[in-house]
């Protein structure tokens, strides 16, 4: 027994050393950490910046696409110009619908780094085309490149864990959401604040100017200059991608690294294998399911929210200014970095995450079913109960994709979370290349049924969005939402 019990403790004393090998950059970045065992704060803030700055161009969008449309001159009617901006928007999606899992594949096969200067200096070049763009099918075509050469959306995810140990991935994770909810502050403002500067700001943009001539130029030449500024900075971003170049000699032992790396045939046979395992796991696909009707609200209502706004009253509209709406979504954005810092994991502490789900939707539904009537309102009201409904309504969503994100990981194991991210990440660009134009098409059809007998106007658009976070509501019941254990215990504290 005493033999026995000698045995069973050399597993526990000797500990095999770790095999680095030279040149290969996912080995140095093994070594760095294994090394320096604290949060690596320079990488983090690297990292942070980059997505910040990749997830700019959308939003900074929507605070002027109303005005954009308008100036092309291709809607014959203003009750139109809902119609063609929709096509906008989904144009950068069906882009990054396309290619997320193409981008996926290619950093596992070159590394991280070189997908992320691609997809910077792709921003770099069409999101200053798309500022110079003189007709609508300029401006579609500049989108959609936009999205289908964004790489890093994944990719930046799965860096985000190779550069720290395993203690600080909650940490690095959170900051890659945290980086989204700036880019809502930011690029609105930029949005909202410099587009038609000769007409905001004629003392120093003069009508006869560039910025005269092509009244949306200048925030996008603001974003590109920060591209600009990333992408030199990404010459010391490092590499986090294992690339050894071994051949599998008949000395070495069966069990021994070379070996394990060089067996490669095996590892594609069993990556196949589970990639298709994958969608017969019905607690991920549901919950990506999930995930994919939270942001089809999100876009469909990103799109439509300014359009509203913006049209003129007789319309239903509140017309505002992109100055009034840019100010809304900073609001916005700001409510979403501090709820997301301090209070949603106090409130998924006491309710769970899927009644914390159900309560999200059920608050969102209201407030989507009370937006009509706030054209009726006197100016000073209005404004103060847009931005605080605008406020409710993005935390309610944000909080269904957070609980959604959480419940897709907590489905797979860790040697499987990218490839289902991958797939996440294509269904979700999939279901919002259809939000922006579906909404368009809606607001457009709202506008010239003013006077309708059921929903008149606006009120339908409104409803129709309510229908969809009520699809939300009822998913989260079974047996449309199945839970993996970890999520079912993790609900219930």
Known sequence: MAGGEGKAAVPLLEKKPEVYFDGCPGCAMDRRKAENPGIPYVLFFHMWIINLVTCMPLSSLFPYLYFMIRDFHIAKRVEDIGFYAGFVGASYML??????????????RIGRKPVIVITICSMLVFNTLFGLSVHYWMAIATRFFLGFLHGSLGTIR????????????????????????????????????????????PKWFPMNSLFGRFPYFLPSLCLS????????????????????????????????????????????????????SLFKNWPLMSSIV??????????????????????????????????????????????????????YPRIIKVLGLI????????????????????????RSWLYCAVNIASLLKNNCIVTIVTCSFILQNNSVPQDQRATANGISTTLMSLSKTFAPAGAGIMFSWAQKHQHAFLFPGDQILFFLLAMVVFLEFIWTFKPFLAMAKESSSSSCH
């Open 290 to 343: 999930l995930f994919c009707i939270a942001c089809f609200d999100d876009m469909a209502y990103t799109e439509m929210f300014p359009l509203w706004a913006e049209s003129n009253k007789k319309y239903g509209g509140l017309s505002f200014s992109t100055k009034d709406v840019g100010s809304i979504f900073v609001v916005t954005g700001s409510s979403i970095l501090l709820y997301q810092t301090f209070v």
């Open 95 to 108: 882009g990054r619908t396309l290619t997320s899992i193409i981008w996926g594949i290619l950093a596992d």
């Open 158 to 201: 799965a860096y985000a864990v190779e550069v720290c140990r395993p203690e600080h991935h909650a940490i690095a994770l959170s900051l890659v959401s945290t980086s989204w909810a700036v880019a809502l502050i930011i690029g609105p403002a930029i949005g909202g604040y410099l587009a038609q500067p000769a007409e905001k700001y």
């Open 355 to 378: 009644s914390t789900c159900r309560v999200a939707a059920i608050l969102s539904m209201v407030l989507l079913l009370t937006y009509p009537s706030m054209a009726n309102f006197s």
């Open 225 to 276: 200059v920060f591209y600009f500024v990333i992408l030199i900075s990404s010459i010391w971003l490092p590499e986090t991608l294992h690339m050894h170049k071994l051949e599998k000699r008949e000395d070495q032992p069966a069990d021994s690294p070379i070996a394990y790396l060089s067996n490669s045939e095996d590892s594609v046979k069993q990556h196949i294998t589970s990639t298709w």
